[in-house]
């Protein structure tokens, strides 16, 4: 970790990804080089939420504070059944999963029947409230459906955070309402589809942001070195997402930094000993 500069926090990290199959040791040793002191690595399915859990523990002294997110993301809401559940609610006792998810509905794709999807939403709501974790949320397309099925389990669940939102002013602010944390990924760094989200980041509160690569997706788009290998995201580019976004906000990179990293620890309720 440096000596010296901010210390970022990267709440949407796929580190089980085949893509970091070969070298997720030195991917670690340059996010802990850019400052990237505490991770949220993502579970999307029972065997990748195991697998997250067993990454944290594999590499608990590599340098950042690695914690994990256990869920079936709706792309794979088909497979959800009892025996999932039972998983599922194994996994989040676990002291290396600080949010249960990725959760929620994806209308985009419907990889997994919309009936389907919602059923394993609320199943999942169910866990994390029985859990007392907080909650790591996916939406898209599906704001209509999506926003009743939140709000009638919020009150029951320590935290949300909406990730990776790329929505409009009116989900966004819906989303507040609800106390939910807004994750924000480099998708504000591409000039083709993110000038809208662009425009929304100054509206969010500061102490209801937070940061995200979503690595190995949304390598950002005006990084000034050339793209490394398959154009593959990593945390460690977390710093040029946060500067971006600093200026978007009108403050110093140090300022959001030092937010952000805060705002997730409250977030996942981190002990003063747990990074």
């Known amino acids: 970790m440096p000596e ?28 802990a080089d850019s400052g990237v002191a505490l991770m949220l690595l993502t579970g999307t399915s029972v065997p990748e939420s195991e697998a997250a859990v067993a990454l944290c523990r594999q590499w608990a002294d590599a340098g950042p504070a690695l914690f994990a997110t256990a869920g ?11 025996e999932a559940g039972r998983a599922l609610a194994g996994l989040l006792a676990h002291p290396e999963v600080a949010a ?14 919309r009936d389907d999807q919602e059923s394993a939403f609320e199943a999942q709501l169910a866990l994390a409230a029985e859990a007392g974790k ?30 990776c939102f790329t929505d409009q002013r009116e989900a966004l602010f819906d989303y507040l309402d609800l106390d939910c944390h807004i994750g924000i990924t480099g998708w504000v760094c591409d000039e083709r589809r993110g000038g809208a989200l662009a425009e929304l980041v100054p509206e969010i509160p500061g102490d209801r942001l937070l940061l995200e690569t979503d690595a190995p997706y949304l390598l950002p788009r005006d990084l000034p070195e050339k ?5 593959r995201n990593e945390p460690c580019y977390l710093p040029w997402i ?18 952000t990293f805060a705002n997730t620890r409250a977030f996942l309720r981190l002990s003063p000993r747990a990074s």
Do not use: C, T, Y
Not at 72 to 77: E, L
Not at 227 to 231: D, G, L, Q, T, V
Not at 242 to 259: C, F, M, P
């Open 100 to 113: 249960a998810g990725e959760m929620g509905l994806d209308f985009n794709r419907d990889f997994s029947p």
């Open 242 to 259: 946060g500067r971006r976004i600093a200026a978007l906000r009108g403050e110093s990179e140090a300022d959001l930094a030092e937010r």
């Open 72 to 82: 079936i993301h709706p792309h794979n809401a088909r497979f959800f059944d009892a």
């Open 227 to 231: 793209p490394p290998r398959k154009r």
């Open 4 to 31: 010296h500069g901010p210390r970022w926090a990267d709440i949407g990290v796929n580190l089980g990804d085949k893509q970091f199959a070969e070298d997720s040791e030195q991917v670690l040793a340059r996010a």
């Open 134 to 163: 907080p909650v790591f949320l996916h939406q898209r397309d599906a704001h209509h459906r999506f926003l009743p099925i939140l709000k009638a389990w919020r009150h029951k669940l320590p935290a949300a955070v909406v990730h």
